[in-house]
């Protein structure tokens, strides 16, 4: 699916259209020889009410292995998604679940039975170790919606499948 990419111009903010959603461009950059454009990508505390991606992520979580869309492009030293002339910007918490599906399912193509499911729950056992704690089950159920949202909001912009 091709994904047309719209300027937007407003309020003296400039926004594109990229995927399904209108993001702020906060500037751009050259890699090798190649002009990106910046965008935030809201993580799920900052994006107002639900993606359009959610009732399908919410209903697909334990079946859904995502096609990663996007690429990976080296600037500095870190990789950085991107989706066609667009580096999205992400929280440290989403780009970590981003290279975890990016790891998980284009990188090492894991067996059948493995699933996002599996990405999000490895996800957040990861965020007990780094806390040294174990989340209480209301904890670990805002985690679930959480990454369900962000993992719409990735969806939306065309990085996943």
């Known amino acids: 699916m ?4 719209t300027e937007v111009k407003g309020d003296g903010i400039n926004k594109v259209k990229v995927g399904n959603l209108e993001l702020e ?8 020889g ?7 990508v ?29 690429k990976m492009v080296k600037v500095g030293d870190i990789e950085v998604p991107s989706v066609g002339d667009f ?16 790891e998980t ?15 999000v729950t490895d996800h957040i056992h990861g965020l007990e170790r780094k806390l040294g704690r174990t989340f209480s089950e209301e904890e670990m159920s805002n985690l ?9 909001i990735l969806r939306d912009v065309g990085l996943i499948n």
């Open 42 to 70: 809201p993580n799920a505390d900052e994006f107002p009410g639900f993606p359009p991606s959610w009732d399908w992520v919410r209903k697909n979580m334990l079946t859904w292995r995502p096609f990663f869309k996007g």
């Open 87 to 102: 580096l999205l910007n992400l929280d440290e918490d989403m780009y970590e679940l981003v290279r975890r599906i990016y």
């Open 144 to 152: 679930y919606i959480r990454y369900a949202i962000e993992l719409a």
């Open 105 to 119: 399912f284009k990188v090492n193509k894991p067996p059948i039975e493995v699933n996002v499911s599996v990405v």
């Open 34 to 40: 190649k002009i990106y454009k910046v965008v935030n």
């Open 2 to 5: 091709n994904h047309i990419v």
């Open 25 to 32: 461009v906060v500037g751009e950059v050259e890699v090798d």
